[in-house]
């Protein structure tokens, strides 16, 4: 029989340039707990990087995708039409409301940028984009190109996209320096694309005088406005879409990550006037809003829908715990919630990473994010039970209290 060591088996098989935060063996998983080989119950504060937001295996998602595979698995949407792809799109754009009711369909976040990327500089005509400063849009060349993340993710692949710029992320409302800087902006800029809370790079929202502010600077100039709510969106942030939070409507948004609760699917969505002229053809993909994929979107529509109004409650209960826990630690430096997008700033990379270890020991997964890697983020699935979460923070509290 072969064994259940799959850390083992996978280094030798596996290409090493993708990371690992942790050697767990998982064979199943149940809610907000994943399983290990040995039967171990892990509490997944990561939720597979903000994806699993209805929680692992949802009784209607899997009941949906199941339906789905035995009627059809795939016949490409660039070929015939089908249901699922139809009836996601349909119910997207209701959601999203604002005329924002075209969809394009990917299999991933990054693929999602790219089609963003490529439409606006389609309409535009112009090749510029100005992103923010600790930005993650994903690994693609075009999407990387607007990443800053981390600089690892840049190193040895240039030349990237020319005609990027990038502008210090709104940690406070920096309106006024924003408004210079579009004075100094070339012609060449046809979008500016934002993440409305800083994910990868920190866990760090934006004002909304900022969003507001930038949504005026992009009108007057005839620019387009890219919202990358990949993490953002689908209830993370207590609405469906954080630019409902902020009443801040963009021309363009990407979705993924939460959109499927783990199908790989993303979409590219505008308004239809912008995309009627992006041409037939112009892009396309082979994969673009697969049945299941598509089946798997709808029913996380039906489960988001049901656990919505609890997010802010959730979102206030762990931010108490939090701040009443930590707020005077001396190495805890900042602790950020927008729903359950939770960010715990702290002084250095080792600390956070020897933090993560230890709530593993534990058996609670958190992950880490920010430009100098040293905020643990906590984004576990939006159906997590009350219990559920004080139990994890209490957990991730009592370690961080161990380091003083
Ligand atoms: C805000 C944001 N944009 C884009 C991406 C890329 O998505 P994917 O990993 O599905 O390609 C991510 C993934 O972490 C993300 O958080």
């Given at each position: ?10 280094d ?29 119950a892990?509490?997944d ?7 699993a937001?209805?929680?692992?295996c949802?009784?209607?998602?899997v ?7 035995a ?18 799109a349909e119910r ?25 990327i490529?439409?606006?500089k389609y ?55 924003l ?12 979008a ?11 866990y ?39 630019f ?6 963009p021309?363009?948004?990407?979705l ?24 037939t ?28 109004p609890?997010i ?14 930590l707020?005077d ?12 997008m ?10 956070t ?9 534990k ?15 906590i ?7 009350p ?6 923070i ?11």
């Amino acid at each position: 029989m072969m064994s259940s060591d799959f850390a083992s088996r996978g280094d030798r098989v596996l290409s090493p340039v993708l990371g690992h935060y942790t050697r767990l063996n998982i064979v199943s998983g149940k809610g907000s707990y994943l399983y290990t080989s040995d039967g171990a119950a892990y509490l997944d504060f990561s939720a597979g990087i903000a994806v699993a937001s209805t929680g692992h295996c949802h009784p209607k998602v899997v009941e949906a995708i199941q339906a789905q595979c035995a009627q059809l698995i795939h016949a490409c949407a660039g070929v015939v039409y089908y249901g699922t792809n139809v009836t996601l799109a349909e119910r997207l754009g209701h959601i999203l409301g604002n005329n924002l009711n075209s969809v394009f369909f990917t299999q991933s976040g990054t693929e999602a940028i790219e089609a963003c990327i490529k439409l606006a500089k389609y309409v535009t005509k112009k090749p510029g984009i100005l992103a923010f400063e600790g930005g993650f849009h994903g690994r693609s060349l075009g999407a990387l190109s607007l990443t800053t993340s981390k600089l690892k993710y840049r190193d040895g692949y240039a030349p990237l996209l020319e005609h990027t710029y990038f502008f210090p992320y709104p940690h406070t409302d920096t309106s006024e320096e924003l408004a210079r800087y579009f004075d100094t902006l070339p012609d060449t800029i046809g979008a500016v694309i934002i993440e409305p809370v800083l994910g990868e790079g920190g866990y760090v929202p934006a004002p909304t005088p900022f969003l507001k502010h930038l949504r005026e600077l992009c009108d007057a100039r005839g620019l387009l406005l890219i919202f990358d709510e990949i993490q953002t969106g689908f209830g993370r942030t207590g609405s469906w879409f954080d630019f409902q939070n902020h009443n801040v409507v963009p021309d363009i948004i990407a979705l993924a990550k939460g959109i499927a609760s783990g199908m790989p699917l993303g979409a590219c969505i505008s308004r239809p006037d912008l995309m009627a002229k992006w041409s037939t053809g112009a892009h396309g993909g082979t994969y673009s809003g697969n049945p299941v994929s598509c089946a798997a979107g709808v029913a996380t529509i039906d489960v988001i829908a049901e656990v919505l109004p609890t997010i802010s409650e959730k979102s206030k209960q762990a931010e108490t715990q939090l701040r009443q826990a930590l707020s005077d630690h001396p190495l805890v430096c900042d602790i950020r919630v927008k729903g359950l997008m939770i960010g715990i700033e702290l002084r250095d990379a080792a600390l956070t990473k020897q933090i993560m270890a230890v709530c593993l020991e534990k058996h609670v997964i958190v992950v880490s994010c920010g430009i100098h890697d040293n905020v643990i983020r906590i984004m576990p699935p939006l159906t997590i039970s009350p219990e559920e979460l004080n139990h994890g923070i209490s957990c991730l509290t009592e370690v961080i209290n161990a380091h003083r």
